[in-house]
């Protein structure tokens, strides 16, 4: 069983950065892909990206060059290092972890464990 903890949230500029983190408990860690999800107000859940346990990555449109993910299997920790933000980068940023996948798809209902997400405001 895993338990993630997202962390790094917080109020920022337009066109600023911010690094979110995922903390993972438990020795299953390396056995799941980490992929990260938002919800704005008012909408669905969006993934946004997944990182394999081998290091595969995918990442959606929306956020594809602005964004990075990478994992640390060592400390168990998963980061989403986020650049040049927008206005319609606000949202709760929720990690979530999905056992055995390559990443080729970020899918909501695939996911085994979630966080309780950290909220992520960017202003204008």
């Known amino acids: 069983q895993l338990q993630l903890v997202e962390s790094g949230g917080g109020l920022v500029q337009y066109g600023g950065s911010l690094r979110l983190s995922c903390a993972a408990s438990?020795?299953?860690?390396?056995?799941?892909?980490i992929n990260w999800f938002r919800q704005a107000p008012g909408k669905e859940r969006e993934g946004i990206s997944c990182?394999?346990?081998?290091?595969?990555?995918n990442y959606a449109d929306s956020v594809k060059g602005r964004f990075t993910i990478s994992r640390d299997n060592a400390e168990n920790l998963v980061y989403l290092q986020m650049n040049s933000l927008k206005p319609e980068d606000t949202a709760v940023y929720y990690c979530?972890?999905?056992?055995?996948?390559?990443?080729?798809?970020?899918?909501?209902?695939?996911?085994?464990?979630w966080g309780k997400g950290t909220l992520v405001t960017v202003s204008s």
């Open positions: 990182i394999s346990n081998s290091g595969s990555t």
């Open positions: 979530a972890a999905e056992y055995g996948t390559s990443c080729l798809s970020i899918n909501y209902s695939n996911m085994d464990y």
């Open positions: 438990g020795y299953v860690f390396n056995y799941y892909a």
